[in-house]
């Protein structure tokens, strides 16, 4: 096993745990031993943290007077340490959180359990000063998440530095994020500084973090594990202190599998995970967020001289409820934009509603023409075309769950009530 040092703690961590993984250890059936004499002191150490955390293990000591020894002294890190630690962060935390919720949380409408208990871990994530990957699909707020964890944190007076990863060039990935030096590449005619350093102090949020090429990836955990950033073409890295935000609307887990993203940068990210949960799984967020949207669209549009105060008709309401807003919270907010904007009276009526919703519909999204690249979802898609027919047979039916259902070619009203529940459709029947 080749060390950088036989001194430096995190390389010989980092190359001891990648062993025992490779030999697929811990394992059932298999005592691990680790013999203590032969190794440095920083050997030593990681030798017997190792054993008492990730890879349970028998110490052995041998020397010339002694002969072979086991090492034995109770040192359980769970039941000796951990608690105390514990009680140390939740004191931390209750000091740092008292005052109420962050005013920056209370922008996040919702009224669903899903939603409160992720403002909840977001809350505790925030003052922690670890780094966090928020999930969720698109629109569902995980840019809004991470700019109140930030407001929220000891970096709130600081930058915070957005970046959509998944718009850079493969190639320019590392020299935007990490900065490059003039004439580091052809193109390179100034200094660049990069948004690691752009954020010295505060937080970076990167979003769609798995569209990261696999180089960018490497550079990004070595600054994660060596809190330095060493831009292209430099010869001396850079201190940083940046509390990096990462999200994504991939199954990142399935991407580790796959190879696509690196097992470790995704355990380095994801020490805090939020998992925002699309808006059809939130019970009654759909129709605070109408409200809440259309009084702000109502409030900007104020002072306009031909502008009207715009209601929703109960009808409109409906349609709007039941539909499965696959651009989740985004797509809901330009929806009521569209609709306020059409229609000609005070009243958005169930015309203006549909005529809103129609207008996202692509042509080119042919069902049956998707690509079969990465990310392609079988069951997704099935499930895609399935909610659209009980939405429309909803629509059509007035919201009468029994006629729905025969439309649909149902046996009855409770298997129209099943399926809606899987595909999270909204009814107000
Ligand atoms: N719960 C909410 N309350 C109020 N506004 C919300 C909520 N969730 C999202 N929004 C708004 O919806 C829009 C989309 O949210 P945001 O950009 O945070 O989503 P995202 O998950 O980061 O999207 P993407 O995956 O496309 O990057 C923003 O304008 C945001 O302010």
Same mark, same amino acid.
Do not use: C
């Given at each position: 096993m080749a060390l950088d040092s036989p001194i430096n703690y995190a390389s010989i961590y980092a190359a001891v745990t990648a062993n025992l993984k490779k030999a697929g250890l811990p394992r059932d059936g298999v005592q691990l031993t680790f013999h203590l004499s032969p190794g440095t002191p920083a050997m030593v150490v990681i030798w017997i943290i190792l054993?008492?955390?990730?890879?349970?293990?028998?110490?052995?000591?041998?020397?010339?007077?002694?002969?072979?020894?086991?090492?034995?002294?109770?040192?359980?890190?769970?039941?000796?340490?951990?608690?105390?630690?514990?009680?140390?962060?939740?004191?931390?935390?209750?000091?740092?959180?008292?005052?109420?919720?962050?005013?920056?949380?209370?922008?996040?409408?919702?009224?669903?359990?899903?939603?409160?208990?992720?403002?909840?871990?977001?809350?505790?994530?925030?003052?922690?000063?670890?780094?966090?990957?928020?999930?969720?699909?698109?629109?569902?707020?995980?840019?809004?998440?991470?700019?109140?964890?930030?407001?929220?944190?000891?970096?709130?007076?600081?930058e915070f530095v957005a970046v959509n990863c998944g718009a850079i060039s493969r190639e320019l990935a590392s020299s935007e994020l990490f900065g490059h030096r003039r004439g580091a590449f052809t193109g390179a005619v100034t200094d660049r500084k990069g948004h690691f350093l752009e954020a010295n102090g505060g937080t970076l949020f990167l979003d769609e973090v798995g569209d990261l090429p696999p180089d960018a990836q490497v550079r990004l955990l070595r600054v994660l594990q060596t809190g330095e950033v060493m831009p292209l073409g430099a010869s001396k890295a850079i201190k940083v202190d940046v509390r990096v935000v990462a999200a994504t609307h991939r199954d990142l887990a399935a991407d580790v599998v796959t190879g696509r993203f690196r097992e470790d940068l995704f355990h380095r990210l994801a020490v805090g995970m939020l998992h925002l949960p699309p808006l059809r799984e939130r019970e009654h967020d759909t129709a605070l967020l109408i409200d809440h949207f259309l009084a702000q669209i109502n409030a900007d549009a104020r002072g306009c001289p031909e502008a009207q105060e715009k209601k929703l008709s109960a009808n409109a309401r409906k349609i709007l409820l039941s539909h499965a807003w696959p651009g989740n919270v985004r797509e809901l907010?330009?929806?009521?934009?569209?609709?306020?904007?059409?229609?000609?009276?005070?009243?958005?009526?169930?015309?203006?509603?549909?005529?809103?919703?129609?207008?996202?519909?692509?042509?080119?999204?042919?069902?049956?023409? %998707?690509? +079969?690249? /990465?990310?392609? $979802?079988? *069951?997704?898609?099935?499930? #895609?075309?399935?909610?659209?027919?009980?939405? %429309?047979? +909803?629509? /059509?039916?007035? $919201?009468? *769950?029994?006629?729905?259902? #025969?439309?649909?070619?149902?046996?009855?009203?409770?298997? +129209?009530?099943?399926?809606?529940?899987?595909?999270?459709?909204?009814?107000?029947?």
């Open positions: 054993s008492k955390t990730r890879f349970p293990a028998q110490l052995i000591q041998t020397s010339r007077e002694q002969g072979l020894e086991s090492v034995d002294f109770s040192f359980d890190l769970a039941s000796d340490f951990l608690p105390e630690f514990l009680q140390r962060t939740e004191d931390r935390i209750a000091r740092l959180t008292q005052g109420g919720v962050a005013p920056e949380f209370s922008k996040i409408i919702h009224r669903s359990t899903a939603v409160r208990q992720q403002i909840d871990m977001a809350r505790r994530i925030a003052v922690l000063d670890v780094p966090v990957l928020v999930l969720g699909e698109t629109g569902t707020g995980k840019e809004l998440f991470a700019e109140a964890i930030h407001a929220a944190s000891r970096r709130a007076g600081k907010y330009h929806t009521l934009v569209r609709a306020s904007i059409w229609s000609p009276g005070p009243t958005i009526d169930a015309e203006d509603a549909r005529a809103a919703l129609l207008h996202i519909q692509r042509p080119e999204e042919n069902i049956l023409g %998707r690509p +079969l690249t /990465q990310g392609f $979802d079988l *069951k997704e898609l099935l499930d #895609e075309v399935a909610r659209d027919y009980v939405v %429309r047979a +909803l629509q /059509q039916s007035g $919201d009468k *769950k029994s006629a729905a259902a #025969e439309l649909l070619g149902f046996p009855n009203y409770q298997t +129209l009530g099943n399926w809606m529940k899987r595909l999270g459709v909204e009814s107000t029947d």
